[in-house]
Structure formats: C-alpha cells, structure tokens
C-alpha cells in the first residue's frame, strides 16, 4: 500500500509539473498569430503515418536515420510498457497486463529487444557529439548549452535503457528463483539471468524493485525536462509532422492584410463597400516573437537542433551568417523571453529588444535564396523559409529597409514592370529576326 | 538550308483579328531582356511553332509576375502585380499557360489562385516531355548522342513543384552520356540566385553558392550542363567562366539542346 501511495504521489507530483509547463506554453501560443487553419485531416493523417511514424525524412541520411529511426520505433513500443508499469503502480499490481495475452507477451518481447538497439544507438549519438566533433552539431547558434541539453537528454534515454534492462533481467531471474510464471517475453534479459544467478531470491528481488523505481521515475522527470529542452521534440514532432504545411514547398502564403489594401487602391469604389475592419491593426510581417503565425512557434519547439537544415543552407555552406536552425532557435528563446513579460504586463508591452536584430540580423535574413532545401530536408516537416520572408516583410513594408540593390529591383518593377531598368517597349525585342529552318 | 521568318504571334493583335491561342507563352523578364537567355526564348520559340502549337506572348502587355518582390519581402508590389495579370488574363480570357521560368512558373500555379487568378500552368519542360512521350516531337538522337550532359535542377522545379523526371526524360532521349551530380533532384544544391539574391550582392561568406555549384558540376565531367531557369543559367554559366572552362564547358538550356538537336 505505502508503493501504491508513494507511486501515486510521484505521478500526481508529474503530472501537475507537467501540466503547469504545458499550460504556460499554450498561453504562449495564445500571443502568436491566428492563421493557417487546420483541414484536410485524411491527408493529414497520411503525411504523419509517412514522415513521423514511417520516418521517410530521418532515411534521406541512411545510416544515421537509421539508428534515430530504430530509437523512434522502439520508443513506440516501450511506451506501452511504460503504461503497464503506471497501471502496476497505482494498483499494486505485477504485470497487470498480461491479461492482454499475446499482445503483452509481443510488447515485453519488443521492449526488450529494443532497449539494448536503442541504448547502442544512444552510445553512438553521444560518441558522435562528444568526440566526432560532426559539423551539423557546430555553428554560432549551437552554444555550450546547447550540447549539454543534448548530452543531458542522451544520457537520460541511456539510463532508461539500462533501467528497464536491468528490470526486465531481475524480473525473469526473480521468477526463475521462485518458480514462478513469467508474464511476458524477454529474447534478450533472459540470457543475462546470469548476473542475478548466484544471488539469494530477497536480493535479486530488491534489484527488480530499485530498476523498476529508477525506470518510472526517469520517465517521469524526463517528461519534466523535455519541454524545457530541445527535446521536447520528442513530445511535438509527431504534432508538428501532422500539422505540416499542405502546399507545394514553392507556394508563400499570401497576406489578407496586403490583399484588402491593393483592392482599395485598384479600385476606391471597394472603400464604400469594405465592411469596417474590427481587425486590430497587425503589424506587417514578422519583427517579434508574438507576430509568428502560431505554426512557426509550434516549429520552433519542435525543432531538435538536428542542424539537417544548415547543413543543406547554400548560404550557409559558403560561410555566410544564414542558418535555418538558428532562425528556428532564437524563436523560440526570443518567446522564452518576452513570452511571461507580455503575459504579465499585457500585449502592448516592450522589453526594448526584437527577434529582428537583438536575436535575428538582416544580414542573415537577406543571404536566404529560398532554395528550400532547409524545409526539405527537415525530417518533421518544419517551415523556415515562410518565417524568413515574414521577416523581410517586416523589414521591407514596416521598416522600408532593405539591401540598396533589392530597392532598386523594387523601383524597376514598379516603373518597368520588370526587375532590370529595361523598357517595357523592348519587352519583344527578341522575337526580331527569328527565323526557322525549314527542315 | 531554307529558312523561314517567324511572326511571334501577340495576344492583342490576335484579338482584335477575333482569334484566341490555345496557350500563352509567358517570357518572363529573363527571357524578353536577358541577352543570353533571350536565345532560350528563341530556341523554345522556334520549337512552338515546329510543333504547331497554338500561342500567342502578351509582348509589350507583358509584366513582372511579382516574385522577386514577394520573396524579398514587398508583398504589396507582389500583389499589386499578380492583380494586374490577373486583370489582364482575364481580358483575354486566358485559361493555359506555358512558362520557361521556374519563378514565373511556380507565382502562376501555386501564389496566384489565392487573388483569384487559376490557371492551368505548365512549364515547358513538362509541354515538351509529354510531346516527346507522345512521339509527336521526334528528336534525333544523333547530335548529342554522345556528348556527356548533367542537368543542374532549378530550386523552383525541383523542391518547390517536384519537376525531377521531365528534364531527365528529356535529356535521356537526347544522349547516352546523361550523368547526375552528386546533389542531385531534392538534394539538389541551389545557384545562389533564388529569392530575389539574382539582383543584389551575397552576403559576406567565404564563397559564392554559384562556384560551389559549378563545382559540383564539374566533378563529373560534363560537356554540357544543361539548365532549366534563367537564373541558374546566370549563375552556371558565370561559374563556367570563373573556372575557366569556357573553352570546354557549354551551359545550355533544355529548350537549346532539343532546337538544336532538330537543327530548327
């Protein structure tokens, strides 16, 4: 009884952290932008079986995603495991979902069988952090803080495999000593049942309960830290992937706001027929955190500093100051921030700093080519060209700054009707003395 | 050898003779100013007309589509544009229409139904591989046949609209010798040109995305580097020069290597 409590207490002790974090984050999206409605869900559905569930984008690095795609997989399938261990805790039960027959045996044997995959894997991704020193993980945005979120992260997932390998080898050597039935499958703790052999029965029972408790309890604290970490992917990306963006990667979305104005100025007759706007006035584009469409927010915490996007920048590559990662992360750290000031002191409040310029320059903002090649490779499917040109929206509409040749592209446009100073009377020169042979 | 002039038909005098093409043949800027790429319109003019295909250019109505000025962020200038050509095309009742610039291309079909302007948009690489599948366009595979060819994809084929098969399809039929880069299709490295970077200086980095490209190019040895965009043939064939492999390398676009091929 005094497990069950303490066990009770422990999730109740979760679950209201967790909640509280999550509630705080829903009321930063509450300060982003409305926009990009949510339909097609059939669709939906099928991208997220594909690219989140299937992990086709992790594949387009073979190797590599390979290993992140079996750590995925098997994180599916602990997980199941991790329920019945809530389910034995609160009820003082063992196994208690054995009831469930071969699909419990099939759970325990998956486990088991990918914890020691996910746990080398693991080993792999901090052998590569640590002492490869692989460029995706370096760059101005990735700070010492940075890695140690991720080794702290790795080290966690480390310790939960160890923990419920531990557990499911106490558990089978525990049941061996007694005689007992064992409830589930485990292919690969019962050839480690040696370590417990020449133990007395009372020992290798305390071992179970000690990897039992450090396995519960690592879940639940690392529930806690995730969302204060780039990890919190682990709880977004699944999210992110099916709220990924429908459209051809080409399409910008257009602004509603620009729409109504050029109606007006083709045509001053639509002024009297306009309903009234009772839209506030938004600022054009992006120049803070709380002017994001709530979707690139959601991006933002999604993104697990993978750096698959910088690594494909061209502007990057070629040492320019521009990487999609970091576009992504001072979001997020730009909200962190003025997120519980606006919170506290209303809306209209100003800290004195922007995303633009105190997080984000306009050198970096004016290298990308909207190649895509970022929001390509990004195996969740986030959008960091649509939140670039929302910054040069900003800059360009509300600032009237940008780079001296893009304002004489604008100009020419403007007075030509195209982006050199060329005449629109030459606009058919080169069909002049086009002649075809005759075959 | 005979030849014979080309009238490039209008869309305004069409209409005032009572006649309307099947397609619009949309230029684009590069393409009606761009010295270099104004022979890419010739060539994928002379090509329209060898295939009797209905058409007619706006010529002097013709006008930026806005995309330079939406991806650098003037989103006003973008649709006070796109308004224009919609207004436009709806004054000659314009339902196809037939780009060579991916820029051009991907405005029309993917940014211009949201002002109410839908068409049927069709890049001519697509127009030409489908002719080709359908064998109403025979190429002689001889001039090419053995010449080594790699195709760089456009940004704004490739990843924004997944146009990789048509270009390669294409080039296939041309030569034998048709070899990928290493980043090729969605991997595919961008000229450093899109998103309005074609009219102003890089920002400072330690090299410019075009020579990264062209290297690339020139690792597997082409004699040819076929392009499909204005842009990207500024910035290949600059790369070209940069390397100085002018003397060796040619940058063509598709539309050349197929007017060519037929000796149109």
Redesign the interface.
């Known amino acids: 009884m005094t497990k069950q409590i303490v066990f009770a207490l422990a999730l109740l002790v979760t679950l209201v952290a967790f909640g509280f974090t999550i509630t705080r984050i829903i009321r930063f999206f509450s300060l982003t932008r409305k926009g990009f409605p949510v339909k097609n869900i059939g669709k939906r559905i099928g991208i997220m079986l594909k690219v989140a569930f299937g992990q086709t984008k992790i594949f387009?690095r073979p190797i590599i995603g390979f290993l992140h795609a079996m750590v995925f997989w098997g994180f599916c399938l602990i997980i199941f495991g991790s329920i019945e261990m809530v389910i034995d805790g609160l009820f003082g039960l063992e196994k208690s979902l054995s009831v469930l027959g071969w699909f419990h045996d099939f759970i325990m044997a998956a486990g088991d069988i990918f914890a020691p995959i996910i746990a080398i894997a693991i080993v792999v991704f901090l052998i590569r952090r640590v002492f490869l020193h692989i460029k995706r993980f370096e760059g101005i945005e990735m700070k010492k803080i940075s890695h140690l979120d991720a080794n702290i992260a790795l080290t966690l997932i480390l310790l939960l495999m160890i923990s419920l390998m531990g557990m499911n080898t106490a558990y089978v050597s525990w049941c061996h000593s007694l005689g007992k039935e064992i409830h589930g499958v485990y292919p690969v703790s019962q050839h480690l049942t040696g370590l417990f052999s020449s133990m007395p029965v009372e020992v290798i029972y305390t071992y179970y309960e000690v990897f039992w408790w450090s396995h519960i309890l690592l879940i639940f604290l690392f529930a806690n830290i995730l969302p204060y970490s780039k990890h919190f992917h682990v709880f977004m990306s699944i999210p992110n992937v099916f709220l990924s963006r429908l459209?051809?990667?080409?399409?910008?979305p257009?602004?509603e706001s620009?729409?109504r104005?050029?109606?007006l100025?083709?045509d001053p007759n639509a002024a009297f027929a306009a309903p009234p706007s009772d839209t506030p006035i938004e600022r054009?584009?992006v120049k803070d955190a709380e002017d994001v469409v709530w979707k690139s927010y959601f991006d933002s915490l999604s993104c697990t500093e993978c750096g698959r996007c910088t690594s494909?920048c061209?502007?990057n590559?070629?040492?320019?100051?521009?990487s999609p990662r970091k576009v992504m992360m001072d979001l997020r750290a730009r909200m962190k921030e003025k997120g519980p000031l606006m919170l506290k002191n209303g809306r209209d409040y100003s800290d004195g700093k922007s995303l633009i310029r105190d997080y984000i320059s306009e050198?970096e903002l004016?290298?990308?080519?909207?190649?895509?090649?970022c929001?390509?490779e990004c195996p969740i499917n986030i959008n960091h060209?649509t939140l670039i040109?929302d910054?040069?929206?900003?800059?360009?509409?509300e600032e009237g700054s940008?780079?001296g040749?893009?304002k004489?592209?604008?100009n020419n446009?403007?007075n030509n009707?195209?982006?050199?100073q060329?005449s629109?009377?030459?606009?058919?020169?080169?069909?002049n003395?086009?002649?075809?042979?005759?075959? | 050898m005979e030849t014979k002039k080309i009238e490039v038909p209008v869309m305004a005098e069409l209409f005032a003779r009572g006649e309307k093409p099947e397609y619009l043949f949309w230029v684009g800027c590069a393409g009606a100013y761009d010295d270099r790429y104004k022979k890419v319109t010739r060539a994928f003019t002379k090509i329209l007309v060898h295939l009797n295909i209905s058409f007619a250019v706006l010529g002097k109505e013709e006008t930026c589509t806005g995309d330079p000025a939406r991806r650098a962020g003037n989103e006003m200038l973008f649709q006070m544009q796109a308004f224009q050509n919609i207004e436009l095309f709806k004054s000659y009742d314009i339902k196809k229409i037939i780009t060579i610039c991916p820029h051009c291309f991907n405005t029309f079909k993917n940014e211009y139904p949201d002002l109410g302007g839908s068409y049927e948009v069709i890049s001519y690489t697509q127009l030409l591989e489908q002719y080709i599948t359908e064998g109403k366009l025979k190429l002689d595979a001889g001039k090419f046949k053995n010449t080594r060819i790699t195709y760089h994809d456009p940004c704004y084929l490739g990843r924004a609209n997944g146009i990789y098969e048509e270009p390669r399809r294409i080039i296939k039929t041309l030569t034998g010798e048709f070899v990928e880069m290493e980043r090729n299709r969605s991997f595919s490295l961008c000229c450093g040109a899109g998103g309005a970077q074609m009219f102003k200086e890089a920002e400072k980095g330690n090299k410019e995305v075009f020579i990264e490209r062209t290297e690339d190019a020139l690792k597997v040895n082409p004699e040819i580097i076929a392009t499909a965009c204005p842009f990207c043939m500024t910035m290949i064939t600059d790369g070209i020069k940069y390397k100085n492999q002018e003397e060796k390398i040619r940058n063509l676009d598709i539309a050349e290597l197929i007017a060519e091929s037929l000796n149109l």
Request: hydrophobic fraction near 45%; charge should be neutral; include cysteine.
């Open positions: 387009r459209e051809p990667l080409g399409k910008l257009s602004m620009i729409t104005e050029v109606k100025m083709l054009f584009g494909v061209p502007a590559l070629t040492g320019k100051r521009l050198e004016w290298a990308c080519t909207t190649c895509n090649a929001a390509q060209p040109v910054m040069r929206r900003y800059l360009v509409m940008a780079p040749e893009i004489a592209m604008f446009i403007e009707g195209a982006p050199w060329y629109p009377e030459d606009r058919l020169n080169w069909a003395n086009l002649e075809i042979n005759i075959q």
